[in-house]
Each structure stands twice: as C-alpha cells, then as structure tokens.
C-alpha cells in the first residue's frame, strides 16, 4: 500500500507539535523551580544571529499548520509577525497548529497532489508541487525549529532528553 501524503507529512507535524507544547511546559516548570523571569527562555538564542525559543516555537506552528493553510491557495509567505512572548500565547499557537491538522482529512490533502506551490519571501520565490514543499521544505523546517527550542533549552540548563524531544511515539497498539 503506497503512503499517503496525510501518513507522510501530518502525523509527523502532529508530533512535533506535541514536543513543542512539552517543551514549552518544561521551560515554565524550570523557571517556576528555578525562581527565574521566563523571559530568560523566551528570549533565549543559542547563538546571537539566531533567533529567540518565542520564534522558533512560532515557527514550529507556521510550518505546520500554516503550510498546510497555504496549500489550498497554491502560496506559502511566512508572515513576520512578532510570536507571542509568554508562554501561555506559545501555547495557544500550538493549540491553533494541532486543531488545524487536526482538522484535515486525508482525502482533502491527496486531491492537492501534483498542485503547484510557490514559497514566496519579499522578491525571492521557489516553485514546488504541493508534496515536494510539504515534504522537501516544511517538514525539515519544522523539525528544525522544534530542535533549535529543545536546543535552548538544553543551553539553559532545563532537564529534557531524547524522550522529551521525541514526543508521542506511533507504537503499534493490539
């Protein structure tokens, strides 16, 4: 049986999703044990040209769920919006991500096979089919994005492991 681009792309954003949201839960934890402003988390960088856990938690939703959002106009143009910078608003924009994926059939997502799909930034473009751009650059972008948070959080001191950047594993259930 050939793998659907549904099976290929959401259940993997979907996870990613809930990493986030974990993560997220364990920075706020860290900072209530540790006595900080968690602003020393949402603003953190790893490296100064990089940009801040806020963003890359922000990210994590754009390239999910807003790429999905983008295939039924053939056009993806990340917004540049400020994230959110408190970690209830993080969430919230996690929550938007997973009901949205959530909400999308497989049915609905193989009809958009073959569509053309144009990433757009200011005057620089690139054309892709619709799973070519779900599979080739949001999904590395994503899973990108939710390293880079664990990432910072690991920098910070915040105890999370493998199996908190994991997520919730597809295991085969009797």
């Known amino acids: 049986m050939p793998l659907s681009l549904h099976a290929a792309f959401v259940p993997g954003a979907l996870q990613m999703l809930g990493t986030t949201h974990h993560l997220i839960d364990r920075a706020e934890e860290w ?3 540790q006595g900080c ?3 020393q988390v949402i603003y953190a960088r790893i490296h100064d040209d990089m940009l801040p856990f806020a963003y890359q938690v922000k990210s994590v939703a754009v ?3 807003g790429a999905i959002e983008a295939v039924g106009a053939g056009l993806f143009s990340p917004h540049l919006q400020e994230p959110p910078y408190d970690f209830a608003g993080l969430r919230t924009r996690l929550d938007d991500a997973i ?3 959530e909400g999308v ?3 609905d997502l193989e009809t958009k096979i073959g569509a053309p799909m144009r990433f757009q930034m200011r005057d ?3 054309d892709f089919t619709v799973e070519d751009f779900l599979l080739s ?3 590395p972008n994503f899973y990108f994005h939710a390293a880079t948070a664990y990432d910072i959080l690991r920098m910070k001191g915040v105890s999370v492991g493998k199996r908190d950047f994991m997520g919730k594993l597809r295991i085969k259930r009797d």
């Open 31 to 33: 900072c209530s044990e």
């Open 105 to 107: 059939s497989e049915a």
């Open 37 to 39: 402003n968690p602003e």
């Open 137 to 139: 650059f949001s999904q």
């Open 124 to 126: 620089f473009t690139m």
């Open 99 to 101: 009901a949205t994926l």
């Open 63 to 65: 390239h999910t769920a």
